[in-house]
């Protein structure tokens, strides 16, 4: 059976150890220059061009990180047209529900399945053929897919594609919670004085032992074995973030889960943000309840240049009307405008604060002269 292979990083490449070890003839692809110089499994091809791997292709893995490289890579469906007709493509990405159905009936237009196929357990799990599997395909496709998936972990099928993404999904948020908690439960025990090892060492012995404290909290440390450590943790934020994202959009019906694993989400994204700056050197950034005090006061002032100084390069804006503004000059357009046109007039009320974030009641003066009220919220 000749398979190729696109995404050689750390998940990618445990992947296709154990592909070749199993006896599949494998062209392994990625486009970095220094993952294609250290790979040395034995009797696998290597090349930076993702045609190559696909071509005449009986199955093609892809574990590439993000929905825009996803749809890079393959473009318009050239990859699934140089695949063997009756092909299969394995997704291993995690990527949104949708796009894999999306890639599933851009498959099918050129005689190829597709097999939505979600992976937990790690680079280790993976070499060891020990993954745990969320698998999304119609019946013969899983079928047909069963060479390559015994071959990898276990596999637990969920329904047609996209379902795999979504139980995969599923999983990360039950990580992402549980970090994030374990996380925040350490920086109270720093707040309490209370020594962080002996601690640990403490849980582990009782009943808060998990998979989660025995490694959220490597997650802000830095590490000396790698050349740049605030992007290391930047990369894991953006990375969870991802996942997060995809997982507040899922389509179910239950808002006190979505509030609950958004929370415990966010809360993580902070103390990554935090521990990336402190590792650069860089001073924390300041907390929400500042950045808020400081809103108000240079929107009253109207003080433009002290109000944009608050904003990172990349800042989202969001109203509750749906126009959002991306980036330091967008928001500095969008707070000019309203400026000169008398707009807005805030006066802070209630306040709810939590450990990423504030949320202030605003009873706002409109130029027409009505009150607004609304909830501003603040993260940093």
Not at 79 to 85: D, I, K, R, S, W
Not at 136 to 144: T, V, Y
Not at 274 to 296: I, K, N, Q, T
Request: a negative charge; aromatic letters at 6%; charged letters at 20%.
């Amino acid at each position: 059976m000749k398979a190729g292979f696109i995404g050689l990083g750390d998940m990618g490449s445990g992947i296709v150890r154990r592909l070749a070890r199993s006896g599949f003839a494998l062209t392994g692809c990625d486009v970095s220059d220094q993952v294609l110089a250290t790979f040395d499994e034995p009797g696998v091809t290597l090349t930076a061009d993702a045609m190559d791997a696909a071509r005449d292709a009986d199955m093609l893995g892809i574990c590439v990180r993000t929905d825009d490289q996803l749809r890079s890579v393959l473009g318009d469906g050239r990859l699934f047209a140089a695949m063997a007709h009756g092909g299969l493509v394995m997704l291993h990405s995690t990527v949104s529900p949708d796009l894999a159905r999306e890639l599933a009936a851009t498959a099918r237009e050129h005689g190829v399945g597709l097999v939505d196929v979600g992976v937990s357990g790690g680079s280790v799990a993976a070499l060891a053929g020990t993954l745990a599997l969320f698998v999304g395909a119609g019946p013969d496709d899983l079928e047909r897919a069963r060479p390559w998936l015994d071959a990898i972990g276990k596999v637990f099928p969920l329904g047609g594609p996209g379902r795999g993404q979504e139980g995969k999904l599923l999983n990360n948020l039950v990580s992402i919670a549980n970090y994030g908690a374990a996380l925040a439960i350490l920086d109270m025990a720093d707040a309490l004085g209370i020594d962080r090892a002996e601690i640990l060492a403490a849980f582990e012995a009782g009943s808060a032992q998990s998979y989660a404290l025995r490694v959220a909290p490597g997650f802000v440390r830095a590490r000396g074995d790698v050349p740049d450590p605030a992007a290391q943790i930047r990369d894991l934020h953006d990375l969870l973030a991802k996942d997060l994202h995809h997982g507040v959009d899922l389509p179910a019906d239950a808002p006190v889960a979505r509030a609950t694993m958004l929370a415990a989400g966010e809360v993580l994204l902070a103390r990554l943000r935090r521990a990336a700056a402190e590792v650069a050197g860089h001073r924390p950034p300041r907390s929400a309840d500042a950045v808020a005090d400081a809103y108000f006061a240079a929107v009253l002032g109207r003080n433009l240049e002290d109000l944009i100084a608050l904003f990172a390069e990349d800042a989202v804006l969001a109203f509750p009307t749906g126009q959002v503004f991306n980036g330091r000059e967008a928001i500095r357009d969008c707070y000019t405008r309203a400026f000169s046109g008398g707009w807005p007039s805030p006066a802070p009320g209630r306040r709810l604060s939590s450990h990423d974030g504030v949320a202030v009641e605003v009873a706002a003066l409109a130029p027409s002269g009505a009150t607004v009220r609304t909830c501003n919220v603040y993260r940093c």
